[in-house]
Structure formats: structure tokens, C-alpha cells
């Protein structure tokens, strides 16, 4: 499929490809959709609140896919643009699966001028491993000594 960047304007950058566009442009991002899918429809954000999503996208670097004018995937990656990313929040909705819409993302993520030269890049996933290693250049974690969390507060 051909595939066309643009930067649309300051910040903002565009990869069209057939029907489908995937934009890092804020104000088209549909919060309705994403609180809907992450607190409805995904195993991983059920049940999150509304502002809790409000406030993830605002401090995030968000990849809207869109059909038309409406949103039907997104990637939200945590960010300080220097040496550390962290994927997450990563869908597309039922309707527009089996397009390659997934695989197209992760490239379009990992290949983002603003997200070279990181030091880490992380990300969990259940049941996607196949994806972000082919797509995305993700490897399994197999050595997780080095790596802590801190609980949520009263877990």
C-alpha cells in the first residue's frame, strides 16, 4: 500500500495510507472512544476512569488512527523524547481489525522521528508478543532482576 507523511503543522505529523490516517494531532483524538475502549472493552484498563484517561492522553504522546473523521485506534506512548518510552493503551476497534491497521501502528510508533535514539522502550502485553516483535523490533524481557514496581497505593 503506498503511504504518505506529512507534517500538517507544527508538532503535528500525518501517515495516510488508502482510507485510513494515523495522526499525532491532539484535537482529533475522540476521548469518548478511547474511555469507552479502555474502560469497556479492554483486559487491561477495565474499568479506569473517565478523567484518569482525560489526563493520561494530555501527558502523552498519542497516534490517533482514523477512518474518515472518526477514531477507530490509537497508541499512547509515555514519553520524555531523550531515553525512555513506554507503549501502552494500544487498539483498533473490532470493525476495522484484520486490516493491518495494528502492525501499520507499531511501525508507524516505532518509526516516529520524535521516538529515535531512546535508550529504553518498553511495553506489556498478554497476547501480542508476535506483533511488536515482528512490527515494532520489541524483544522479550528475559533476564527481569533489574526491573521494580511500585504497587498502587492499598494493592
Not at 490517533?64 to 531523550?82: E, I, K, S
Request: proline residues 2%; hydrophobic residues 40%; glycine residues 10%.
Amino acid at each position: 500500500m503506498n503511504e504518505h507523511l506529512a507534517l500538517v503543522s507544527e508538532g503535528v505529523l500525518e501517515w495516510q495510507r488508502g482510507e485510513y490516517r494515523i495522526s499525532t494531532d491532539r484535537a482529533r483524538l475522540d476521548l469518548e472512544v478511547i474511555y469507552d475502549y479502555l474502560s469497556h472493552e479492554s483486559y487491561w484498563a477495565g474499568g479506569r476512569a473517565r478523567d484518569v484517561v482525560e489526563r493520561s492522553v494530555e501527558n502523552s504522546l498519542c497516534l490517533g488512527v482514523y477512518h474518515g473523521q472518526t477514531l477507530v485506534g490509537l497508541a499512547r506512548v509515555v514519553t520524555d523524547y531523550a531515553t525512555f518510552a513506554w507503549l501502552c493503551d494500544v487498539f483498533v476497534r473490532e470493525a476495522h481489525r484484520g486490516k493491518g491497521l495494528g502492525k501499520w501502528l507499531i511501525e508507524t510508533v516505532v518509526s516516529h522521528p520524535g521516538l529515535q535514539g531512546l535508550k529504553l522502550f518498553i511495553l506489556a502485553t498478554r497476547d501480542a508478543h508476535g506483533l511488536y516483535e515482528r512490527y515494532g523490533g520489541f524483544e522479550r524481557v528475559t533476564q527481569a532482576q533489574n526491573l521494580m514496581r511500585r504497587p498502587p497505593a492499598g494493592a
